[in-house]
Nanobody, 111 residues
Framework: VQLQASGGGLVLPGGSLRLSCAVS????????IGWLRQAPGKEREGVSC????????YYADSVKGRFTISRDNAKNTAYLQMNSLKPEDTAVYYC?????RGQGTQVTVSS
């Protein structure tokens, strides 16, 4: 199983980014997909997750109303749309399915 996160970068406060997580080795629509992040000097935190049936979503309070998780089962890919980004969103973002976690993508929010 491989998960490849991409789409990170440097963005101004208030800006947007869309992260992608390409999954191989499993059929993504059978699984809950999650996004986590880890900022320098901080513990890893769960950002969002989406159930296999797409009927249950979770968002951390810190991102609620600004981030949206989704998936495209035909592409076996999950997404995290991040709007109204803040400097405190700066972190390495990872996607995860069960015990599998891909390499992260760096998101930096700075002026």
């Amino acid at each position: 199983v491989q998960l490849q996160a991409s789409g990170g970068g440097l963005v101004l406060p208030g800006g947007s980014l869309r992260l992608s997580c390409a999954v191989s080795g499993i059929t993504l629509d059978y699984y809950t997909i999650g996004w986590l992040r880890q900022a320098p000097g901080k513990e890893r935190e769960g950002v969002s997750c989406l159930s296999s049936s797409d009927d249950i979503t979770y968002y951390a309070d810190s991102v609620k109303g600004r981030f949206t998780i989704s998936r495209d089962n035909a592409k076996n890919t999950a997404y995290l749309q991040m709007n109204s980004l803040k400097p405190e969103d700066t972190a390495v973002y990872y996607c995860a399915v069960q015990i599998y976690r891909g390499q992260g993508t760096q998101v930096t929010v700075s002026s």
